[in-house]
């Protein structure tokens, strides 16, 4: 470590710590790829050894845990600014969604790729991502039926269908905004949120058939 990287671990104490080492992970992953990166270089990353950064977070596994809270804090506050917005509800929507697929978004998404991958692999990490999708689901879920008690959007929707169908949607904008290097975020927002539009008319039916059931 250099003499720099030690006076910054050992007289800095007004950092925030374990955001510094998520921050750290969080390029780590996107530069290298999860199997990749070891701990040691996410210390190297930070600028600490690795003996303190395991004071905050005891394996990659626990670093993908801290990343998946960061973003579940960061959804939760979207999202009750997103209920409380009334009236203005689908202008709010369309807001948060250009948010989240613009130009500097690039390597977040890239992140949820690594993440998506280490979850076919990694018991743990499929459990966070499933719990984090849950999380999302419930928040859609609450925004829409928030929004229809403003009249907002079609009082008649299924809340639980429209999350479904536009967490699906969202996947494949992040896969895109991920890796195809014509990705353009204005015009494909747009198209999503066209389709959006539609679901949140009442437009589009949800199937008749039950989850799981028997073909």
Known sequence: ???????????????DRRTHILD???RSFVRSGFHRTTVQDVAAEAGMSPGNLYRYFASKDAL???????????????????QESGAD???AFRELGRRHFHDDMCGKAQLCLEIWAEATRNPSVATLQTDFASGLHAHFVSAFDAAK??????QSIDSH???????????????RRAVATDFDPEREVAE???VIGAL????????SVRPNAEA
């Open 149 to 154: 008690e403003a009249g907002a959007i079609d």
């Open 200 to 207: 949140l008319k009442g437009a589009v039916e949800p199937p």
């Open 89 to 91: 509800f689908l202008s």
């Open 161 to 175: 269908f429209v999350a479904s169908i536009i967490s699906k949607l969202a996947d494949g904008l992040f896969v």
């Open 1 to 15: 470590m250099t003499e720099a990287a030690l006076r910054t671990e050992t007289h800095e104490p007004e950092i």
């Open 24 to 26: 750290a992970a969080e």
């Open 64 to 82: 993908v845990a801290g990343l998946c809270e960061r973003d579940r804090g960061r959804m939760t506050s979207e999202f009750g600014a997103l």
């Open 192 to 194: 999503v949120f066209a």
